[in-house]
């Protein structure tokens, strides 16, 4: 997918179906008020949708304004830029980390859990949202914590 060989993805995603193999859905976690939530990327279920999706257009702005590019190469379906950009910003943890901003007092970090590795657009996107909010955002993914504080974070990009 990332070097746009679609008919090739097309092949691979048949023979998986055929032989009953199923990709794991990215998820992430944040508890809230002693309250998990659970995030799946392009969520559509979650009540307060609609002002998590307000917070991430607002932070899309606020990134692009220091210098965030989306890497699109992270979004692997057949679309064009700007839905591949819409995309990336659906990702789990991104739904998540909103959802935290939105809903956790300023000065408590925000902890994330995730099923599957933070992919590139995201761990870009979440250093600068911690500069940007001045929070301290932990992510447990399925290799490593990552903590971001500042604009950086402690794996030295190393993920």
């Given at each position: ?24 859905p990215g998820c ?26 307000e917070k991430l ?58 099923n599957l590795r ?42």
């Amino acid at each position: 997918a990332v070097k746009n060989r679609w008919d090739d993805v097309s092949r691979i995603w048949q023979g998986m179906k055929a032989n009953k193999v199923v990709k794991i859905p990215g998820c992430s976690w944040i508890e809230i008020k002693s309250i998990v939530h659970e995030f799946r990327s392009s969520e559509i279920e979650h009540a307060e949708l609609p002002l998590i999706h307000e917070k991430l257009n607002e932070l899309e702005r606020k990134m692009k304004l220091e210098g965030y590019v989306p890497n699109i190469e992270f979004a692997l379906h057949d679309v064009g830029k700007e839905q591949k950009e819409r995309l990336l910003l659906w990702h789990s943890e991104k739904l998540a980390i909103a959802y935290g901003l939105i809903k956790l007092p300023l000065g408590l970090p925000i902890r994330i859990f995730k099923n599957l590795r933070v992919c590139g657009d995201c761990h870009e996107a979440i250093k600068y949202i911690s500069a940007i909010e001045g929070r301290k955002i932990i992510v447990r993914d399925n290799t490593r914590f990552h903590h971001f504080e500042d604009g950086s974070c402690s794996c030295g990009d190393y993920w």
